[in-house]
């Protein structure tokens, strides 16, 4: 037999400092009783309803992956968005720093 622990096949160790909101929970207390909302754009298009800074976009992804995300979420106990925006964030550092250079946006047209 193997001396091996019983280990989880994901490991969330490296999620545990990771935070969700910026607001404390006196704050988020405060903002319920009062009413009070967070700013949103009240544009037309993909910003509109969201946060300032922020806007929708839609990928397709495979449904493992989705399952792992959702798992990540579950565990460190956020929503799946707050789960994948921070993923996102340390994948795109992860590339900056393999290939020394900031990554800018792409021009519109």
């Known amino acids: ?3 091996n622990k019983n280990t ?3 490991d969330f160790s490296d999620f545990d400092g990771v935070s969700q909101d910026t607001r404390d929970s006196v704050q988020m207390q405060h903002d319920s009783l009062t ?3 967070a700013a949103v754009n009240k544009g037309k ?3 509109a309803g969201c946060k300032p800074g922020t806007s ?3 990928f397709v992804l495979p449904l493992d992956l989705i399952d792992k995300i959702t798992a990540i979420a579950a565990y460190t106990r956020r929503k799946e968005v707050a ?3 921070d993923l996102l964030e340390r994948g795109v550092a992860s ?3 393999e290939y020394g250079k900031d990554i800018t946006a792409l021009p519109k047209y």
């Open 95 to 97: 590339y900056e720093k």
């Open 8 to 10: 989880s096949v994901m």
């Open 1 to 3: 037999m193997s001396s």
């Open 45 to 47: 298009g993909a910003a």
């Open 83 to 85: 789960a994948v925006i």
């Open 56 to 58: 929708r976009k839609t």
């Open 35 to 37: 009413g009070e909302k």
